[in-house]
T-cell receptor, first 113, second 115 residues
C-alpha cells in the first residue's frame, strides 16, 4: 500500500537557521507533490507544488526538491523565524481527475528566538 | 476569488446521535470536493470525494456518509455517531486542470467530540 513518512514528528531549530523537513514515500508514482502548512486548529494551507519532472522549486524563503529515484522530497525554510513554527504536511497526488491524495502525518517545526 | 465555508466549527454530540457537517464552495464551478478526517497529531485521512453532483466515492468503510445535492455543496452525515468518530473534519475542493497541476484548498475545519 502507499505510504508516506515525514522524517520526524518534531523539529526544533534556532531562529535564522535553515529548517529541513523530509518526506519519503513508497509504493507510489506521484504526478506531483505538495507541501502544506497547518497551524493548530486550522485547515492546511497550500505552500508549494512540485511536479514529477521538476527537481527544485523556490518561493521566497522556501525551497522544495523532488527526487523520484530516491522517492524523496526535501522542504527547506531558510532564515527561519518564530512565525514559521507550525506543522508541515507533504502530500502526494496522482494525475487523475479525482485527484486522490495521500498525506503524511506532518512534522511540527518550532523555531526558537 | 474562491472561498470555502464549513460549519459548524465545533460541536459536541452524544454517542448514537446524528451528524451533519456542511461545506459550500463559492467562486468556482464543478469542483472536486473532499472530506478528510484528522486525528490528533496525525495526517489527513481521505473519507469521501466527489467529482460531480450525486457522485460520491468512499475511501474507508465507516458509519459516515456523504452527499452532494448541489454543485458546490458537500455534506457529511451519520445516523448514529460512535466515540471513534471524534476528530477534526476538513472539507476541501480542487479544480481539475489536467496536467497543469492542481492544488487542494481546505476549509477551516470542524471539531467533533462524541461523548
Amino acid at each position: 500500500s502507499q505510504k508516506i513518512e515525514q522524517n520526524s514528528e518534531a523539529l526544533n531549530i534556532q531562529e535564522g537557521k535553515t529548517a529541513t523537513l523530509t518526506c519519503n514515500y513508497t509504493n507510489y508514482s506521484p504526478a506531483y507533490l505538495q507541501w502544506y502548512r497547518q497551524d493548530p486548529g486550522r485547515g492546511p494551507v497550500f505552500l508549494l507544488l512540485i511536479r514529477e519532472n521538476e527537481k527544485e522549486k523556490r518561493k521566497e524563503r522556501l525551497k522544495v526538491t523532488f527526487d523520484t529515484t530516491l522517492k524523496q522530497s526535501l522542504f527547506h525554510i531558510t532564515a527561519s523565524q518564530p512565525a514559521d513554527s507550525a506543522t508541515y504536511l507533504c502530500a502526494l497526488f496522482s494525475n487523475t481527475n479525482a485527484g486522490k491524495s495521500t498525506f503524511g502525518d506532518g512534522t511540527t517545526l518550532t523555531v526558537k528566538p | 476569488s474562491q472561498t470555502i465555508h464549513q460549519w459548524p466549527a465545533t460541536l459536541v454530540q452524544p454517542v448514537g446521535s446524528p451528524l451533519s457537517l456542511e461545506c459550500t464552495v463559492e467562486g468556482t464551478s464543478n469542483p472536486n470536493l473532499y472530506w478528510y478526517r484528522q486525528a490528533a497529531g496525525r495526517g489527513l485521512q481521505l473519507l469521501f470525494y466527489s467529482v460531480g453532483i450525486g457522485q460520491i466515492s468512499s475511501e474507508v468503510p465507516q458509519n459516515l456518509s456523504a452527499s452532494r445535492p448541489q454543485d458546490r455543496q458537500f455534506i457529511l452525515s451519520s445516523k448514529k455517531l460512535l466515540l471513534s468518530d471524534s476528530g477534526f473534519y476538513l472539507c476541501a475542493w480542487r479544480q481539475w486542470k489536467g496536467r497543469s497541476g492542481n492544488t487542494i484548498y481546505f476549509g477551516e475545519g470542524s471539531w467533533l467530540t462524541v461523548v
